[in-house]
C-alpha cells in the first residue's frame, strides 16, 4: 500500500496540535475553577507595576522579565511578582487587578496573570484554529456541504476568543480598556483581533438575513 507521506504529516500536525490544546483546554478549565473556588471572598485592588527582574535568558539570547506590583489594603503596603515569565515589560505604574484573601492581605494572586489563563488561550488556539482549518478543508473538497455564511461566522467568532483571551491575560478581564491599562500600546493587536472578529459575525448575520428577505 502506497503511503503518502505529505497527507500523514498533515494529519500528524493537526492531532498533535488538537491532542496539546484538549490537554490545555483541560488545565486550563480545571485550575480555572479551582482558583474561582478559593478566591470567592477574596477582595479586588488596583495593583501597580513599581520593578522587574529578568527572569529566563534562553539559548538565542531572548529576555523574559519578572513584573513585580505593589498594591495597598488597610493602609499597608504589599507586594507580588508574576509567577511566570513575561518578554515584555509594560509601562511603569501600569495597573492590574490583584485578588488577595482579606484576612492574610500577603496571600493574592494577579487577575489574568495565572496559570490557568495562560492554559486556556494556548488551549483555544491549539483547537480552534486547526479545527476551523479542517473545516475550510472539508468545505473546499466538498466533502461536506457548509453553508459559506457559517464559514464566515466560525472564523469571526475564532478571530474574537482568542482576541479577548490575550486581553484578559493582559488586563485580567475581558475589556480592552483594561488590558490598555495594562500593557498600552501592545494591547492594540488583541484588542484588532476582537473587533474584527465581532465585525465579521455582525456582517454574517445581517448578509444572512437580508438574504431571507
Same mark, same amino acid.
Given at each position: 500500500?502506497?503511503?503518502?507521506?505529505?497527507?500523514?504529516?498533515?494529519?500528524?500536525?493537526?492531532?498533535?496540535?488538537?491532542?496539546?490544546?484538549?490537554?490545555?483546554?483541560?488545565?486550563?478549565?480545571?485550575?480555572?475553577?479551582?482558583?474561582?473556588?478559593?478566591?470567592?471572598?477574596?477582595?479586588?485592588?488596583?495593583?501597580?507595576?513599581?520593578?522587574?527582574?529578568?527572569?529566563?535568558?534562553?539559548?538565542?539570547?531572548?529576555?523574559?522579565?519578572?513584573?513585580?506590583?505593589?498594591?495597598?489594603?488597610?493602609?499597608?503596603?504589599?507586594?507580588?511578582?508574576?509567577?511566570?515569565?513575561?518578554?515584555?515589560?509594560?509601562? $511603569?505604574? &501600569? /495597573?492590574?487587578? @490583584?485578588?488577595?484573601?482579606?484576612?492574610?492581605? #500577603?496571600?493574592?494572586?494577579?487577575?489574568?496573570? %495565572?496559570?490557568?489563563?495562560?492554559?486556556?488561550?494556548?488551549?483555544?488556539?491549539?483547537?480552534?484554529?486547526?479545527?476551523?482549518?479542517?473545516?475550510?478543508?472539508?468545505?473546499?473538497?466538498?466533502?461536506?456541504?457548509?453553508?459559506?455564511?457559517?464559514?464566515?461566522?466560525?472564523?469571526?467568532?475564532?478571530?474574537?476568543?482568542?482576541?479577548?483571551?490575550?486581553?484578559?491575560?493582559?488586563?485580567?478581564?475581558?475589556?480592552?480598556?483594561?488590558?490598555?491599562?495594562?500593557?498600552?500600546?501592545?494591547?492594540? $493587536?488583541? &484588542? /484588532?483581533?476582537? @473587533?474584527?472578529?465581532?465585525?465579521?459575525?455582525? #456582517?454574517?448575520?445581517?448578509?444572512?438575513?437580508? %438574504?431571507?428577505?
Amino acid at each position: 500500500m502506497k503511503v503518502n507521506f505529505k497527507k500523514a504529516i498533515i494529519i500528524l500536525l493537526f492531532s498533535s496540535a488538537l491532542l496539546a490544546g484538549i490537554i490545555f483546554l483541560f488545565l486550563g478549565i480545571k485550575e480555572s475553577v479551582s482558583l474561582a473556588i478559593k478566591t470567592k471572598d477574596w477582595f479586588e485592588a488596583p495593583g501597580y507595576l513599581r520593578d522587574y527582574s529578568v527572569y529566563d535568558v534562553d539559548s538565542d539570547g531572548d529576555i523574559t522579565y519578572r513584573l513585580k506590583y505593589v498594591y495597598y489594603s488597610g493602609g499597608a503596603e504589599y507586594y507580588i511578582e508574576t509567577d511566570y515569565g513575561s518578554e515584555i515589560v509594560p509601562e $511603569i505604574d &501600569s /495597573i492590574k487587578t @490583584i485578588l488577595y484573601e482579606p484576612e492574610n492581605p #500577603k496571600n493574592a494572586v494577579i487577575k489574568g496573570g %495565572e496559570a490557568s489563563s495562560v492554559y486556556l488561550t494556548i488551549g483555544v488556539m491549539f483547537t480552534a484554529i486547526p479545527l476551523f482549518m479542517i473545516i475550510c478543508w472539508l468545505f473546499v473538497t466538498e466533502k461536506v456541504k457548509l453553508n459559506v455564511k457559517i464559514l464566515d461566522f466560525t472564523a469571526g467568532f475564532v478571530l474574537f476568543l482568542v482576541g479577548e483571551l490575550f486581553i484578559y491575560v493582559m488586563g485580567g478581564s475581558f475589556w480592552i480598556g483594561s488590558a490598555v491599562k495594562s500593557m498600552g500600546f501592545l494591547a492594540i $493587536i488583541p &484588542s /484588532i483581533l476582537a @473587533i474584527v472578529g465581532v465585525i465579521q459575525m455582525i #456582517k454574517t448575520v445581517f448578509a444572512a438575513v437580508k %438574504e431571507k428577505k
